[in-house]
Nanobody, 121 residues
Framework: QVQLVESGGGLVQAGGSLRLSCAAS??????FAWFRQAPGKEREFVAG????????YYADSVKGRFTITKDNAKNTVYLQMNSLKPEDTAVYYC????????????????WGQGTQVTVSS
């Protein structure tokens, strides 16, 4: 059974940091990504990473503030979020797929349950 389990969300003040984790089990994946969905908005791509970790992509809105990494030994992906802003408030989802990184939500077959990140001003 394939599972993606996120953790690390919470409430933080603007300018603060959080690190999200996504532990995968059940199979290996070529690509992991983080998406987020704010109330009343569509789910959007945040960051993606290849299996080797050598290829990463970021949304323009988080570039320079967020960093995606992975630990293949633990089959875990991380999203380090620094300089958080109130507009980063959303439910953050981990996603995975067997092929190359895309920014398209529908391209991902596997999803975690989501973790809430709230940034207060």
């Amino acid at each position: 059974q394939v599972q993606l389990v996120e953790s690390g969300g919470g409430l933080v003040q603007a300018g603060g940091s959080l690190r999200l984790s996504c532990a995968a089990s059940g199979r290996s994946f070529n690509t992991f990504a983080w998406f987020r969905q704010a109330p009343g908005k569509e789910r959007e791509f945040v960051a993606g990473i290849s299996w080797s970790g050598s290829i990463t992509y970021y949304a323009d809105s988080v570039k320079g503030r967020f960093t995606i990494t992975k630990d293949n030994a633990k089959n875990t992906v991380y999203l380090q979020m620094n300089s958080l802003k109130p507009e980063d408030t959303a439910v953050y989802y981990c996603a995975a797929r067997a092929w190359a990184i895309t920014r398209v939500t529908d391209d991902y077959n596997y999803w975690g349950q989501g973790t809430q990140v709230t940034v207060s001003s």
